[in-house]
């Protein structure tokens, strides 16, 4: 009698893993969350990526049982933070506010950026999107774009700018205003948005480009007078004041935004627990409106929508750079 061999179709094939995974799936969501996470914010306290973080940390960990603890560790244009969470064990208790700096301006601008912002993180939702401001200190001779960008003309040197650090998107919206006008504007870089701010509204540095949410608060008690806002459109928190665009500088535009990310090899049900709690927390009428009061508008997003998110803004800012010419050594 011949034998003949039993090759498996590529269907049971696939049935046989899918009942293997099973078990593990189910082992992974039962034991998830198995202690504290910890939520790294890759910028010093007291700036967006901070309040966002916490704010949102805080409606988290009742929805899956567990402290959430905030961690900052800046650096690096938020690259130093977003190492570690990259290099971390992928079992969702490490999480990242991951943003526009840290996973599409640095890994454009730096020679050799440390992680792969696509490859190295499984990315789960978009906490929100916010302008920029360009700010200055009150005793500052200039309101308006016009007379900033004349003042700059008039300087030797031109005028110095702060902001949270090189890379940011930040140090990125002066390279562009400098090329925009052609003036002279010097970049002041800070380890963080609290020592740029304190400086720009002691009179050390006479300007900053600032994120809304961060810089909101000394508008509005006239610490710091606003002059433009890098959106294309005029900020709702923010209505008297004009953007870039609006003012004959549409090069002038950059919107940041700030998200949350696991390490790569996250199981794929721990994924999906992890979008749909943000998911719920973000939509929750509290939350939307303490963002907006602050000028973000919340977010969302699927984990897939998301990654598809964050590829297309690190393909925009690496064609950016490249067109302003900017490295970081």
């Known amino acids: 009698m011949d034998h003949v061999a039993w090759r498996p179709t590529r269907r049971a094939v696939l049935g046989a893993a899918a009942l293997l995974a099973a078990p593990r799936a189910a082992r992974a969501q039962s034991e998830f969350p198995s202690r504290p996470l910890r939520w790294i914010v890759n910028f010093p306290p007291g700036g967006a990526a901070d309040f966002l973080s916490r704010s949102l940390a805080e409606r988290l960990a009742p929805r899956l049982g567990q402290l959430v603890v905030v961690e900052n560790r800046p650096g690096a244009g938020g690259m130093l933070g977003a190492d570690f969470v990259a290099k971390s064990r992928g079992d969702g208790h490490v999480l ?4 526009l700096a840290s996973h599409a301006i640095s890994p454009a601008i730096y020679a050799a950026p440390p992680y792969d912002p696509a490859a190295d ?14 700010a200055v200190n009150p005793s500052f001779p200039a309101a308006t774009v016009e007379e900033f960008v004349a003042e700059a003309r008039r300087r030797p040197g ?5 902001s949270g650090g090189n890379g940011t998107s930040n140090h990125f919206l002066g390279v562009m205003l400098a090329r925009a006008t052609g003036v002279p504007l010097v970049h002041v870089p800070y380890r963080g948005s609290a020592p740029a701010l304190t400086d720009t509204i002691s009179g050390q540095i006479p300007a900053i480009f600032e994120s809304l949410p961060t ?6 008690a006239g610490r710091l007078r606003a002059v433009a806002v890098s959106s294309r459109a005029r900020a709702a928190a923010l209505p008297d004041t004009p953007s870039f665009a609006e003012r004959g500088l549409p090069e002038v535009e950059a919107t940041g935004w700030f998200g949350v990310s696991a390490p790569a090899g996250l199981p794929a049900i721990v994924a999906e627990r992890l979008g749909a709690e943000l998911g719920a927390a973000m939509a929750s009428p509290d939350i939307r409106t303490r963002f907006a009061e602050v000028g973000v508008e919340a977010g969302g997003m699927s984990p897939d929508e998301y990654a598809a998110f964050v590829r297309a803004e690190a393909g925009r800012w690496k064609a950016l750079a490249a067109a302003h010419n900017i490295r970081v050594e």
């Open 96 to 99: 990242l506010a991951s943003n």
């Open 121 to 134: 993180f499984t990315h789960l939702a978009l906490m929100g999107t916010l302008p920029q401001v360009l």
């Open 215 to 220: 810089a909101i608060g000394h508008i509005r």
């Open 158 to 162: 031109g005028v110095e700018y702060g």
